[in-house]
């Protein structure tokens, strides 16, 4: 499948906040504050279930801080949606590093005050695939409840209140295995158990993938170049490399 990959606007923010969260940190308190953190996200997925929606609502989410390839693989299902011609599709996502806040639909590219993936994500949709964005994906998810049929949302995974009517998780399994602070990971690889698709997004060499995600639906892809940008903003066919 295509994929097209994005650098965000402040990349060099996103670069070192990267780098930093998806540092293994060994140490004894480094250790025991990822046994906490994992325990309660632990404790609040065996306790909550999310509603149920009132319209189709995928959730694309994942168990790593930062980026995992959510964004484009949300656009490639929204793509797929619209296709199939099920009705009018929208995406959802929370438009991080954004000035506004507030739930609204994103009908032109402003980065800035929209949020490099709610501008990512009109880009480059057709037209006729509706994006909203806010803080609050609640909030989002609510506001595209009145004009779409089906829904994708990025990100979510760990919301509790928000409906969806699927999880689609979107994992590398060659990251490390700790969750945060003394790793990568907002929860244990064992909430993939909650998932209803699983999506590895890289190669995975042999043996990291869990024996017990064999029973489950399971979906694997990697990046590929489509296309090259210039500077001076020129478009270059991805054959220009070779």
Not at 21 to 38: C, D, F, H, P, Q
Not at 224 to 237: A, F, K
Request: hydrophobic content about 40%; overall charge positive; some cysteine.
């Amino acid at each position: 499948m295509g994929i097209n990959f994005h650098t965000p606007l402040n990349s060099g923010l996103h670069a070192r906040l990267g780098t930093f969260v998806r540092a293994e940190r060994s140490g004894l308190v480094w250790s025991s504050l990822g046994e906490t953190v994992a325990a309660f996200a632990r404790v609040r997925r065996n306790q909550t279930r999310p509603p149920a929606p009132s319209t189709p609502t995928i959730v694309v989410g994942g168990l790593s801080i930062g980026g995992a390839g959510k964004t484009p693989i949300c656009a490639y299902l929204a793509r797929l949606a619209t296709a199939q011609e099920i009705g009018r599709v929208a995406v959802v996502c929370r438009g991080w590093a954004g000035k506004t806040r507030g739930a609204r639909e994103i009908t032109q590219v402003h980065s800035r005050s929209d949020g490099d993936e709610a501008a990512w994500l009109r880009k480059h949709l057709p037209s006729q695939v509706l994006v909203f964005a806010g803080r609050s994906l609640t909030d989002a998810h609510r506001l595209a409840l009145d004009s779409a049929e089906f829904i994708i949302v990025d990100d979510g995974f760990q919301n509790p209140r928000l409906p969806r009517t699927a999880d689609v998780v979107v994992v590398d399994f060659d990251e490390a295995r700790t969750v945060v602070p003394s790793g990568p990971l907002r929860e244990e690889f064992e909430a993939l158990r909650s998932a209803s698709l699983v999506w590895h997004h890289g190669t995975p060499f042999p043996g990291n993938t869990p024996t017990w995600l064999d029973r489950m639906p399971y979906v694997q892809s990697t990046y590929g170049i489509s296309g090259l940008r210039r500077l001076s903003g020129e478009e270059l066919e991805a054959d220009w490399l070779s």
